[in-house]
């Protein structure tokens, strides 16, 4: 069962190789101001569905680690509040999807920015 706005860590993607699967095996897309990439899969567990996230922002981009780690709370907190949308469609039951976000903005996002590109992959991948 998954509990709203929460994000455990059975909702995220740790594994170096499992991002790395995600990464060149999976759909990729475009959403200002993300690149993402996700793999689809059946649930191990019946009436089951999970989404789960792994988030990256380039070191390039934002050389200071405040920056880095202030995008991530951000995409955090707007797919914390805003993941509901996709367990609440039907035809996601005992669907499995791993989420790979790549931060590709040049300037410290406002919050509105990050949810609705958020909300826009959510509903892309549901």
């Known amino acids: ?21 995600i990464y060149h095996k999976g759909v990729a897309g475009f959403v200002y101001p993300f690149k993402y990439h996700f793999i689809t899969q059946p649930s191990e567990k019946a009436d089951q569905s ?9 070191k390039k981009k934002f050389k200071h680690a405040v920056d880095r780690n202030r995008v991530k709370r951000l995409v955090k907190e707007a797919y914390r509040l805003n993941k509901m949308a996709f367990y609440d469609k039907p035809d996601n039951k005992n669907k499995q999807v791993e989420l790979y976000l790549v931060f ?12 609705k590109g958020i ?8």
């Not at 909300?119 to 549901?126: D, E, H, R």
Request: proline share 6%.
């Open 50 to 58: 999970l989404l789960k996230i792994c988030i990256a922002v380039s």
């Open 119 to 126: 909300k826009s992959i959510i509903q892309k991948i549901g």
């Open 1 to 21: 069962m998954v509990k709203a706005n929460k994000l455990p860590n059975t909702e995220r993607v740790k594994s170096p190789q499992r991002v790395s699967e």
């Open 104 to 115: 590709v903005g040049k300037d410290l996002p406002e919050y509105g920015v990050v949810e």
